[in-house]
Each structure stands twice: as C-alpha cells, then as structure tokens.
C-alpha cells in the first residue's frame, strides 16, 4: 500500500510537470503579485480555490477509506472479495497519475479536476487496507497528526521568504530512498529500520509540504495572466499537497502501527 504511494508521488514531484518550467514557452508572463491580477482572480481566490480542491479529495479519500475499512471489520471474510477490487483500483490509480502527470496543463480544467476526484475515490480504496491493518484508534491519532504536521508547514510555506525550490534535490534523494526500502521490504524483514524508514518518510513529506505550498504564490504570479491556467494551476498544486497529505498520513500511521 505504501509504496504505490511512493512511486505515485515520486512520479508526481520528480517528473517536470509539476515545476511551471514546463510551460514556460507558452506565452504566460508573471504578474504583479498584488491584488486582483488582469484575469480578475486574486491571489486569495487562488488559495482558496487550492485549498478546496486538496480538502474535496482528502475528504472522498477518507470518508471512503474509513466506510470500508469499518466493512472489513464488520466481516473480515470480506477481504477477499476486496482484493480484486483493490488492484483495480491500483491499476486506475496509476493511469490517472500518467495522465495528469503529462496533461494536466493540456486537458480542460473542468477534466482534469474530473480525474483528481476520481483519483481521490481509487486512493480511497487504496489506503483500506492500511486503515483496516491497523485499528481506528491509532488511524484517528495518525490524521490528527498528520492535520497538525501539514498545517503548520504548509503555513510555513506560505509565509517564509526563503526559497524553498533548494530543498527539492534533497528531497527527491529522500524519495529514492523511501523507494529502494519500500521494494526491499517486499523481499526482506526491514525489522528496526522500520522506525527509520517512518521517520524518514515523515520529514521528507514534511518538506514536500512546505515545498508545494510555496507553490501556490508562484503558480499565482506565473498565470495571473490567463484564468484559465490559473484553474489548471489551482488543480496542479491541490494534487500535489494531497498527495503530501496522504503520504505524511500513512507515514505516521505506519509509525504509531508498528507492532501490528
């Protein structure tokens, strides 16, 4: 469960797509910064719309994620009627990452934000069984967490006049650690590198976290120029901060799970 999110989010922040480096020669200038930009969105209309797509998903994922896992408690037995289900589910999940890793700024934001939800409800079924193996206390005390961890450094993202973009090679090397311990473990008994492991992969979701946040006045910035890209944008960053969400979430789950 764990490393399809690994490489899910691997592929998300190591592609290109998710730096505007992308679409640099098509046109798009950088606005003023300030106020009500020329394509009548202002910055704060920018977060919001940001911060409401991230919260529409997680709470799909979630809602989804504990409805089944209470089914599975209710009837264990279930579980291998689940399983086809669950690699479906993987196998979508991993389309939909290609697709809007290639095409986010390419496809109507109107789809795009289509295949985000619908990305939010395979996660959903993806992360069950993680909620299922461990027990509703402990998933509980990992989202409390996980909401507090992500709050304060998303807002340290946004506020900080540091330039988090110095952070990214250090982070992509912490995801290819992740990476190389999550195939391992399918092989081998990591036993106390486990601690390791979850710690490693709650900093590094940790500084994602701030990273993508700081995306939103530069993604703000860049298309304050067209309102279409601005909507784009506004998907583009949501992804990327609920994947951060969900993998710091299954990180600190995987932490307080540890003798389960």
């Known amino acids: 469960m764990n490393r399809n999110d690994y490489n899910n989010n691997f592929y998300d922040n190591g592609s290109g797509y998710n730096d505007f480096n992308g679409v640099q020669n098509g046109g798009y200038s950088y606005g ?4 009500q930009a020329l394509s009548g969105v202002s910055m704060a209309d920018f977060s919001r719309r940001v911060y409401t797509w991230m919260a529409a998903g997680l709470s799909i994922t979630f809602i989804l994620g504990f409805a089944i896992q209470s089914m599975l408690n209710a009837n264990p037995l279930m579980i291998e009627q689940f399983f086809p289900i669950y690699i479906g589910s ?18 109507p934001s109107t789809v795009s934000l289509i295949l985000f939800l619908i990305y939010s409800v395979m996660n959903g079924i993806n992360i069950a069984p993680a909620l ?25 993202g946004l506020v900080t006049k540091r330039d988090l973009t110095k952070l990214r090679p250090i982070l992509l090397i912490g995801l290819i650690v992740l990476i190389v311990f999550g195939i391992l473990g399918l ?28 995306k939103i006045k530069k993604g703000y910035e860049y298309f304050s120029g067209d309102a279409e890209m601005l909507k784009k944008a506004s998907i583009n960053i949501a992804l990327e901060l609920y994947l951060d969400f969900i993998n710091l979430f299954l990180y600190l789950l995987r932490l307080f799970s540890r003798n389960r």
């Not at 993987?90 to 496809?107: D, N, Q, T």
């Open 32 to 35: 003023n910064g300030m106020g």
């Open 90 to 107: 993987v196998i979508v999940e991993l389309a939909l990452v290609i697709v809007l890793g290639f095409f986010i700024y390419k496809l």
């Open 132 to 156: 299922w193996l461990a027990d509703a206390g402990k998933a509980i005390w990992a989202f409390a967490a996980t909401a507090l961890l992500f709050g304060a450094f998303s807002i340290y």
């Open 187 to 214: 092989f081998f008994n990591m036993g106390a590198m486990d601690l390791i492991i979850s710690l490693i992969g709650i900093a590094i979701f940790i500084g994602f976290t701030a990273y993508d946040t700081q």
